[in-house]
């Protein structure tokens, strides 16, 4: 043979040597046992996991809702610092058209027959004076009540305070009751409809289940365990499943969620779509700092006197603002995923016969003959011996 055959062959070995896989049989049982447990991991994994937790073989939609809300109940006050007064869910649920989202008044700081006039401020370090030069005409502090009139008042028989244009008497938020005015708000009821769809499917429901009945709807009253098909709920029931006492938050407010889950597997039980309710505070009540706490804000009723004049009364109001937040995924058989799912499997199960290789060629007490014969060359000679017309490259 030349030299240059003889690169020529090498060459031709590279590109034209066949590589066949060789069954190699070991009758080892702890190669063996290693093999087969992990198979049986990544079967648990994918029947296990992926196929009952995850239910991976499906494809899923997001739900779209709309919620209304009616509240019923009434309340009669009597305190000292408040005429005997009858409010119904006109005068205390706010706004009236029932959104998703309802404020229940339980207490306030009300502030009657206040009119467009002049009157002394409250005395803070800015706006005590001794006499006119102190108090500026025009100025106006956004922290203040209005506009400085550049006149120097009597605020008390011993503190003078710069005279502002505003709604006069002002405002005395400080006196809020200690024990929430409308204390008796925790009886209201809410009546929750809720409908809900799931437009990749084509599924639609309401929380008003189909057994239910307008005679049964007049008289129930949501129960976890004796009544959770009710959609009517009782505030202080509420607040309670969230944890909290109602006539504590009734006192400062706060924010409620009322959550509704509507997560279903529209393959094995779309008859048991059906909602869950749970109750939690939105807003934090951080016993440590707990500055600002609660929820407030005002609003005004607007009269005109016997002789034209303008007059309103401002109410701080306090009171629970009750979220109806809906959510949920429904799932059901698709193809696609079922085949993206199939083919992860099947690469996990080819990782397997490679991690068993791993395990015995490295940890096994013989595995140097299984490294042997894992592998084998067939020289040239074995190759020529076994045919009589040997067609190996270079040799004719
Ligand atoms: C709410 O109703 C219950 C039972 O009807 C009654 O005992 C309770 O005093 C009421 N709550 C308030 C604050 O009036």
């Not at 709309?66 to 005997?84: A, I, R, Y």
């Not at 008042?153 to 938020?173: A, G, Q, R």
């Not at 809410?190 to 990749?200: A, W």
């Not at 309710?277 to 500055?291: A, E, G, I």
Request: net charge neutral; charged share 20%; with cysteine.
């Amino acid at each position: 043979m030349s030299k240059s055959t003889n690169g020529c062959q090498s060459c031709l070995h590279y590109v034209f040597d066949y590589e066949t896989t060789k069954t190699l049989v070991v009758p080892s049982l702890r190669v063996g046992l290693v093999f087969r447990l992990a198979q049986l991991v990544v079967l648990l994994y994918v029947v296990g996991y992926v196929c009952v937790v995850q239910k991976a073989y499906q494809e899923t939609d997001s739900v779209i809702s709309t919620v209304t809300t009616k509240v019923k109940g009434f309340v009669f006050t009597n305190t000292s610092n408040m005429e005997p007064r009858f409010w119904d869910v006109v005068d205390s649920v706010i706004p009236p058209q029932g959104d998703h989202s309802f404020f229940v008044l339980t207490n306030l700081v009300e502030t009657p027959d206040q009119t467009q006039s002049r009157c002394p401020e409250f005395p803070t370090p800015s706006t005590i004076c001794v006499d006119d030069c102190d108090c500026i005409v025009g100025h106006n502090d956004p922290r203040g009540n209005g506009v400085q009139t550049g006149l120097c008042e009597n605020y008390s028989t011993t503190v003078k305070t710069c005279e502002v244009h505003s709604w006069c008497p002002l405002e005395i938020d400080t006196k809020l009751p200690e024990r929430a005015l409308l204390a008796a708000a925790e009886n209201f009821t809410v009546l929750i409809k809720n409908s809900i769809t799931y437009r990749k499917f084509n599924f639609h429901r309401r929380n008003i289940r189909p057994h239910v009945n307008s005679s049964y709807l007049k008289s129930c009253e949501f129960n976890r365990k004796t009544n959770p098909d009710c959609p009517i709920f009782r505030l202080k029931h509420i607040v309670s499943e969230a944890g909290e006492d109602f006539q504590e938050m009734a006192v400062k407010g706060g924010i409620l969620g009322i959550l509704i889950d509507w997560s279903c597997d529209l393959d094995w039980w779309p008859g048991k779509c059906y909602p869950r309710y749970t109750f939690s505070r939105l807003d934090s009540k951080d016993p440590v700092n707990n500055v600002s706490p609660g929820y407030n804000f005002r609003f005004a009723k607007y009269y005109k006197t016997a002789d034209g004049q303008e007059t309103r009364t401002l109410i701080k109001a306090y009171g629970i603002r009750f979220e109806v937040i809906v959510f949920g995924t429904a799932g059901k058989f698709a193809i696609v995923p079922t085949i993206v799912n199939l083919g992860a499997t099947l690469a996990f199960l080819s990782l397997v016969p490679a991690i068993t290789d791993w395990f015995m060629l490295m940890f096994m007490r013989r595995r140097e003959l299984y490294s042997r014969h894992k592998t084998s060359h067939l020289t040239e000679e074995q190759n020529a011996e076994s045919t009589s017309m040997s067609t190996t490259y270079g040799t004719q």
